[in-house]
Structures are given as structure tokens and as C-alpha cells.
Nanobody
């Protein structure tokens, strides 16, 4: 299973680092992504990292502010979020799957095999 953590309350312009730890399976040959859902809105895929090669993808809304990375030894993926804005307030989920779905507005694993429980990010102004 996947477990996301690291959410919390942060001030406008602040930073947070989310973690996504995998237990019970290896992330080899998976693409791992971060997806968020704001209140009353649809899910939005933000970023993906290919576990095997470390290649990364970002949506337009977070490119330049968020950084996805992985720690192979810990079987964990991170999302460093900087310069947080009110529109970043959402429940953040990590997901592992195969392939990449990339559109003008989002990026996420194409076929999701594992979902983690979300972690809430609140941005105060």
C-alpha cells in the first residue's frame, strides 16, 4: 500500500514536503504520481516520476514550484512544494501505476494500480 504524509497548515508562500512510502510491494517498473483534489473540484494530476530512470513530469500549475524525487533505498517518493498559493490547498494523494497520461492541464500515471490515503494541505493567507 501507499501512505502519503507531510501535509499540514502553511502560510502563503511557504513550503512543505510530502512523502509517499510504499509498503508490501516494490515501486520498480512503476510511475509514481501526485494527484490532488481541492474541495468541490475534480482530481488534478500534478507530477510523475519514473521509478526506474527518475525522469520527471510536471503540470503547468506546479512546474517551477514543486519538485518530485525518489529515495530508492526507502521506497519513498517526495513532493517538495515551494511558494504555496491558496489554490494549492487540497487533499494530496500519491498513486503508482504504469505509463504516463499527460495533457495540457495535468500529468498522472496512466493505469493506476495503487492509491494512497491522502494528506491535507492548507494554505493560510
Amino acid at each position: 500500500q501507499l501512505q502519503a504524509s507531510g501535509g499540514g497548515l502553511v502560510q502563503l508562500g511557504g513550503s512543505l514536503r510530502l512523502s509517499c512510502a510504499a509498503t508490501g510491494f516494490t515501486l520498480d517498473d512503476h510511475e509514481i504520481g501526485w494527484i490532488r483534489q481541492a474541495l468541490g473540484k475534480e482530481c488534478e494530476g500534478l507530477s510523475v516520476i519514473s521509478w526506474s530512470g527518475g525522469r520527471t513530469w510536471y503540470s503547468k500549475s506546479v512546474k517551477g514550484r514543486f519538485t518530485i524525487s525518489r529515495d530508492i533505498a526507502k521506497n519513498t517518493v517526495y513532493l517538495q512544494m515551494n511558494n504555496l498559493k491558496p489554490e494549492d490547498m487540497a487533499v494530496y494523494y500519491c498513486a503508482a501505476g504504469k505509463g504516463i497520461y499527460y495533457s495540457e492541464d495535468e500529468v498522472r500515471p496512466n493505469v493506476i494500480e495503487h492509491w494512497g490515503k491522502g494528506t491535507l494541505v492548507t494554505v493560510s493567507s
